[in-house]
């Protein structure tokens, strides 16, 4: 830990980034209804490639979410979602709301109002 700078181990998330987002659609295997964009402000990665933190925004739509290998912690800002895990009954998610998705996560992400969320992904 020698080489780290104490500052770089403290890190505030800016909820409105005023840096240029990546932009983005979803995959058209996984677009199950609508037109939503993504947007999303990368603001830390550590250990390598494994963690992310960041801003992600999204625009009314549903989606299939698959979520492979990843562990992924969202809390959200804005908006609301439903999203409804394969076999279960769907859960509405709201600003202030947060919530948990584990790997082998798969199911159904509906964007009923546009979303912002921070999000916090462990790959595996």
Request: aromatic share 10%.
């Amino acid at each position: 830990m020698t080489d780290v700078k104490m500052s770089d181990l403290l890190k505030t998330l800016d909820y409105a980034p005023t840096f240029a987002p990546k932009e983005s659609k979803p995959l058209p295997e996984r677009l199950i209804a609508g037109d939503p964009d993504f947007t999303c402000w990368p603001l830390d990665v550590s250990r390598g490639e494994m963690i992310h933190t960041g801003i992600w925004q999204a625009t009314p739509g549903e989606t299939r979410s698959i979520k492979g290998g990843t562990f992924e912690f969202c809390y959200i800002l804005s908006g609301v979602v439903e999203i409804t895990p394969d076999g279960c009954e769907p859960v509405i998610y709201r600003a202030g709301d947060s919530f948990v998705m584990k790997p082998g996560f798969t199911g159904v992400w509906k964007t009923i109002e546009t979303v912002r969320k921070i999000y916090v992904t462990v790959m595996e």
